[in-house]
């Protein structure tokens, strides 16, 4: 058995969205996860914002747009008859039903039943595909085997219970079909998994049922070793180890969520990033995979804000950095590199939410300073093999660029490295020519 996830962008044009069938078919048994279409989730989210304004007209003129652009979507993917009349009543019931939705005083539960209607466009299209193909299958409806609880953390047992009550009772059944990122919570209600959820619903599916595979369909060969929108020359990586690629997702990657890896790592069952646009081309294998490799990727992530406190009162004290911490904690922002001294320590964060109330109790310990505009440059790799070289090499490509904070050793799988932004185009050619290609280039 195998899970299939198609994102967005597999989905975006009719005709691309045409072929899936194609590639889960003649598979034995499968699940398919569904993104919603590309752009959907972010036009979902501006009407939330409009409504959460009060501006019920402008929520409805985005709600039209939209349906205009179903109206079209549909009208190109299904050319018999019969079956675009089913499209078409499906597409109408569904706009219906959001358009009673922005009736509603807004609340929470408002805004997650509008989030989860991208999941439940794109999976009842594909259902209509399928019937017009006379395909044996079955719909299955996320919150009604995906609970989350009060935290958001998936209840897997249950989940695991209620699937293979599901596949049990349907032996004959191969495909099943149902919508990733949407669930439900503790209180009944629709909710979703946060954005970019879906390769998590289908991890925890892949993991729940113990498949042998899970293929995660996007719109790139895989995982590049670089950011091919700015460095020439990437390839996709053929295999990642899970650690590997858990580095990976969090630094900007985006080709895996960053909470996907966990599930499938634990019941130790293979990740596989495809592309829908080739998908004759090998893409990546995430899996338990041998030691010894190298160097696999360099990954960044943008928008990090670095602090440094310095006080006297760190010089042999204990306790100092707990008391840190707790400021970041009280405030619920997460903490990514961290580089102490004997007198200072820097560290770093993405989310610059309650970055002044920080600031003004870090005050309070020592003198604070902030450094916005950075870059976390990620080497990642397995190191162990390569332990003696890895850090020179990095450092050697860089010998031209400022580097405001390093930090390896937190694992064997990343050297970490804090930069202006603005040198971030230079340091990421500078170690892809270093790393990947073997040849030196000069970054003036
Ligand atoms: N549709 C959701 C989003 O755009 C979930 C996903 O695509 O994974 O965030
Ligand atoms: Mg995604």
Known sequence: MKVFKFGGTSLGEPEIFRK??????????????????????????????????????EAKDLIMEMERFYSSFIYRMFDWTPVYNEARLFIETRFLKLIGLIDKPFARDVENEILAQGELLSSGLLRCLLKSKNEKFMYLYAPDYLEINDEGQPDVKKLGMKLKEVLNQNPDNDVFITQGFICRNSRGKIDTLGRGGSDFTASLIGAALVVEEIQIWTDVDGVHNNDPRLVEETRSVPELSYEEADELAYFGAK?????????AKRMNIPIRIKNTLNPGAPGTLVHEARKGSTIKAVAVKDGITAIRIRSARMLNAYGFLKKVFEIFEHYKTPIDMISTSEVSVSLTIDNN??????????RELGAVETDEDQTIVCVVGDFMAEKPGVVRMVLNALKEIPVRMISYGG???NVSLLLHERDKIRAINALHHQLFLNREIHVN
């Open 20 to 57: 899936l069938p194609e590639l889960f078919g003649g598979q034995g048994r499968v699940v398919v996860v569904l993104s919603a279409i590309s752009g959907t989730t972010d036009k979902l989210i501006s009407i939330n914002d409009q409504l959460r304004k009060g501006n019920v007209a």
């Open 255 to 263: 080709v895996l969520h960053p909470s996907c890896v966990f599930p």
């Open 353 to 362: 939410t309650s970055l002044k109330e920080i600031v003004s109790e870090l």
């Open 411 to 413: 694992s064997m799988n």
